[in-house]
C-alpha cells in the first residue's frame, strides 16, 4: 500500500526504485544480449524487409553493412522486441495449425522457405504458406505475420496494412512474386500488449512487387559500380531522416545520418 502520511518519502508520480535483484538481472541479460547483436555477421545482401523503406541511399548503406552512427546500435530492449517477435511467428503458427489450416513454415531440413536473386545479394524469407485451412479463402496463400506494439497494432487495423505500413506491403508484394504466389496474402498481426490477433487479406500488387525488384537491382548495381543512390531528403531535418511521422508515414530515426550528410567518412 502507497503510504501518503506526511514524510513518508512517497512522490506522486515518482518512479519507484527498482529492487538491485531487478537491476542485476536485466544488466545481465542486456550485456548479453548486447554481445550476442555485435558478434553477428552484417547482412551481405539486399532483404526484401527493407525495401519498401523510402530512402534508396538507407537501403545502400544497410546493404554494404557499413556502421550505424555511433550510439545509434539497437538498445537492448529493442533487441528483446525483435526476439519476441521472430518467436509470436511460432505461436501464432501453432495456433493455425491448432485450427485445422495445413501451414507449411519450413523445409523437410528446417531452413525456412525463401527466394534467393543476383547472384545471393538479394534475398527473403518468407514466415509460410497456408495450403489448406477451415476459412474460406483461396488457396495457397503466403502468411505473413508481425507482433506489433498496441498503437501501430490499432493504426495497422484502422488503415490496413498496405496503408498504414507499406514496408510490410512491399514485403508481401515481393514473396508473392519471387514465391509464385499470386492469391491474396493473409496478413496477421498479433498486439503485443493484448495478444488480440488481426488478419486481412492482401490481393497480389504486381506493380509493387517490379518496382520493389527495380529497386533492389538498383542497389546492388550501383553498390558494384561504386556509386552512390541519390538520398530521398534534401536535408538532415526531414522526418525520414530524423524518424517521426510525415503524410500518415511512420519512419524510424534513420541510423546512417551521420555518415550520410558529411560528418562521418
Ligand atoms: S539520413 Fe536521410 S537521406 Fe541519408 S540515408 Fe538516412 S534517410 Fe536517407
Request: a positive charge; hydrophobic letters at 45%; charged letters at 30%.
Given at each position: 500500500m502507497i503510504d501518503l502520511n506526511h514524510g513518508s518519502g512517497w512522490l506522486y508520480g515518482a518512479v519507484a526504485p527498482r529492487p538491485p535483484i531487478a537491476e542485476a538481472v536485466s544488466a545481465a541479460i542486456d550485456s548479453a544480449l548486447t554481445a550476442r547483436n555485435r558478434s553477428e555477421r552484417p547482412r551481405s545482401y539486399v532483404s526484401s524487409s527493407g525495401l519498401g523503406r523510402d530512402c534508396l541511399r538507407q537501403i545502400q548503406y544497410d546493404f554494404l553493412g557499413l556502421p550505424k552512427d555511433e550510439g545509434q546500435e539497437f538498445p537492448p530492449k529493442t533487441l528483446r522486441i525483435f526476439e519476441a517477435g521472430h518467436r509470436a511467428e511460432d505461436i501464432v503458427a501453432g495456433w493455425?495449425?491448432?485450427?485445422?489450416?495445413?501451414?507449411?513454415?519450413?523445409?523437410a531440413d528446417g531452413r525456412q522457405f525463401g527466394f534467393e536473386a543476383l547472384g545471393g545479394r538479394f534475398k527473403g524469407h518468407i514466415d509460410g504458406c497456408l495450403v489448406s485451412g477451415p476459412v474460406a479463402m483461396d488457396y495457397p496463400a503466403l502468411w505473413e505475420n508481425k507482433a506489433l506494439g498496441a498503437s501501430s497494432w490499432k493504426d495497422v487495423v484502422k488503415r490496413g496494412v498496405s496503408i498504414a505500413r507499406p514496408v510490410y506491403a512491399a514485403q508481401i508484394a515481393l514473396y508473392q512474386a519471387y514465391l509464385d504466389l499470386p492469391n491474396p496474402a493473409l496478413f496477421t498481426a498479433l498486439n503485443r500488449d493484448t495478444m488480440e490477433m488481426h488478419s486481412e487479406l492482401v490481393p497480389f500488387d504486381a506493380h509493387l512487387a517490379q518496382d520493389m525488384s527495380d529497386r533492389a537491382v538498383a542497389?546492388?548495381?550501383?553498390?558494384?559500380?561504386?556509386?552512390?543512390?541519390?538520398?530521398?531528403?534534401?536535408?538532415?531535418?526531414?522526418?525520414?531522416?530524423?524518424?517521426?511521422m510525415a503524410a500518415g508515414k511512420w519512419h524510424a530515426p534513420c541510423t546512417w545520418a551521420i555518415r550520410c550528410w558529411g560528418e562521418q567518412p
Open positions: 493455425f495449425r491448432i485450427a485445422g489450416f495445413d501451414l507449411r513454415t519450413a523445409r542497389v546492388v548495381r550501383a553498390s558494384e559500380a561504386g556509386e552512390w543512390l541519390p538520398r530521398t531528403a534534401a536535408e538532415r531535418t526531414a522526418v525520414v531522416c530524423r524518424g517521426g
